[in-house]
C-alpha cells in the first residue's frame, strides 16, 4: 500500500525512492510486524484466555512436565497473521500476483488450523477436526495456488524442477508439477504442524527458514544475481522477501510472548500457516528440495513419526519413547529448555547447508 501511495512521489522527492528497493522495504516490514506483535500480544493473549478458559488440552500421556501448562490459551497464531499480514500490506508491492499466492496460502490454511484449534476447544482434546477433512481442505488450496503460479508464470521454469548443486538444470515435469507443488505445501505445512510441542521451539526453526528463503527469493528474482549463482531466474520473486521479513517480524514478536514459561501457544493456526506459506514460496522460488535441508528439523520430526507409526503397526514395538522426536529426548530427561535450543543449533546448522547450495553448483 505505501509502495503504490509513496513510491510515484519519488521524482518530487527523491526520499521516496527508497521505496523502490525490495531490501529497504523487507528491513521496514520485519519492524513493522515486530511492533505490531509487542502492541496487539497482550490484549490477544487476555481476549483468549478470557474465551478458553481452560486453554490448551493438554495429553494425559505426554511427559509429565507439560501438565503444568494446563490454562495456557492456544491459538496465538492469531498474532503472527495480525501482524505479518498488516505489515504485508503496507510495504509489499500489491500488484504482484505472488505476493497474492503466498498471503492466500498462508490466510487459508491459517483458517484451518483456527477451525482444528476451536475444534480441540470445545471437545477438551488434542483431536481437533477429522484428518481426512482437514487434508482434503488443504489439497485444495494448494492445489489452487500451485495452479494460479503456473498461469502467472509463463515461462518453462514454472513446471520445472530444480536440482540442488546442479547448475541451470530443470527436470521437465510438465502437468505432474501441480500434485508436486502440492505435496510441497502441504507437506511443509504439517511438518511444522508436528514440530511444535515445545516452547518456542517451532518458531524459531520457521524464522531462520523464513530469513533463507527471503534471501533466496531475492536472488531468483535478480537477474544479475541468479545469473551468476547458475540458478533459475523467476522475474517478481523478490517481493516475496518482503513476506518472510513479515513473518521473521510476527515470529520474534510472538516469540516475545511464547518464550519459557509461554503464556501463549502458537497452535494450528500459526503453525499450519507459516508452514504451508514456507512450501509455497519453496516451489514459485524453483527451490523445493531445498526445502527438506534447510527445513530438515521439520523432515526429522515427521520421519520420527512415521517410523514410530509404522513400527507399532508391523511389530507392536516403539522406536522411540514418544513421537514427534523431540518428546522422545524429554522422555529420556532432557530439559525442555536443552531440547529446544539444541534443536534451535540443528536448524541453523541445516540452514546453512540449504544456502551452500545457492552456489556449489
Known amino acids: 500500500m505505501l509502495y503504490h501511495l509513496l513510491y510515484p512521489l519519488a521524482e518530487d522527492f527523491a526520499i521516496f525512492n527508497l ?66 499480514g498488516i505489515s504485508v500490506l503496507l510495504w509489499s508491492d500489491l500488484s504482484n500476483p505472488y505476493v497474492w499466492i503466498v498471503g492466500g496460502v498462508i490466510l487459508a490454511f491459517g483458517l484451518i488450523g483456527a477451525a482444528d484449534d476451536y475444534a480441540k476447544l470445545t471437545k477438551r482434546s488434542h483431536e481437533g477436526i477429522s484428518g481426512k477433512v482437514r487434508l482434503l481442505c488443504e489439497f485444495a488450496i494448494a492445489f489452487l495456488a500451485v495452479a494460479a503460479y503456473i498461469n502467472f508464470t509463463t515461462t518453462t521454469v514454472a513446471t520445472g524442477l530444480a536440482i540442488p548443486f546442479m547448475k541451470d538444470f530443470l527436470l521437465p515435469l510438465g502437468i505432474m508439477m501441480i500434485p ?24 524459531v ?57 509461554a503464556m501463549v501457544f502458537m497452535g494450528d493456526t500459526g503453525s499450519l500457516s507459516m508452514g504451508a506459506g514456507l512450501g509455497a514460496m519453496a516451489v514459485i522460488v524453483k527451490h523445493e528440495l531445498v526445502l527438506a535441508i534447510i527445513g530438515g528439523l521439520f523432515v526429522l520430526e515427521t520421519l520420527s513419526v512415521v517410523i514410530q507409526v509404522v513400527s507399532f503397526k508391523l511389530t507392536g514395538k516403539r522406536v522411540f519413547r ?40
Open 19 to 84: 521505496f523502490r528497493y525490495i531490501t529497504f522495504r523487507t528491513g521496514c516490514a520485519i519492524l513493522t510486524a515486530l511492533i505490531i506483535g509487542f502492541v496487539i500480544g497482550p490484549a490477544i493473549i487476555k481476549w483468549l484466555k478470557k474465551k478458553q478458559g481452560e486453554g490448551q488440552p493438554i495429553r494425559n500421556d505426554g511427559p509429565e512436565t507439560h501438565f503444568k501448562k494446563a490454562g495456557t490459551p492456544t491459538m496465538g497464531g492469531l498474532m503472527i497473521l495480525i501482524s505479518a
Open 205 to 261: 526453526p520457521v524464522m531462520i527458514a523464513a530469513a533463507c528463503y527471503g534471501l533466496i527469493s531475492y536472488l531468483v528474482g535478480n537477474a544479475l544475481f541468479s545469473e551468476y549463482l547458475g540458478i533459475q531466474f523467476v522475474p517478481g520473486t523478490g517481493e516475496l522477501a518482503i513476506i518472510c521479513g513479515a513473518l521473521i517480524g510476527a515470529g520474534m514478536g510472538f516469540l516475545w510472548f511464547n518464550a519459557p514459561p
Open 180 to 203: 508436486f507443488g502440492m505435496l510441497v505445501i502441504v507437506g511443509a505445512s504439517n511438518a511444522v504442524n508436528l514440530t511444535d510441542g515445545l516452547d518456542g521451539l517451532a518458531i
Open 322 to 361: 514418544m513421537a514427534p522426536i523431540h518428546h522422545h529426548f524429554e522422555k529420556k530427561g532432557w530439559s525442555e529448555p536443552t531440547v529446544v535450543i539444541r534443536f534451535w543449533i540443528i536448524a541453523v546448522i541445516l540452514a546453512l547447508v540449504g544456502l551452500s547450495t545457492l552456489k556449489l553448483r
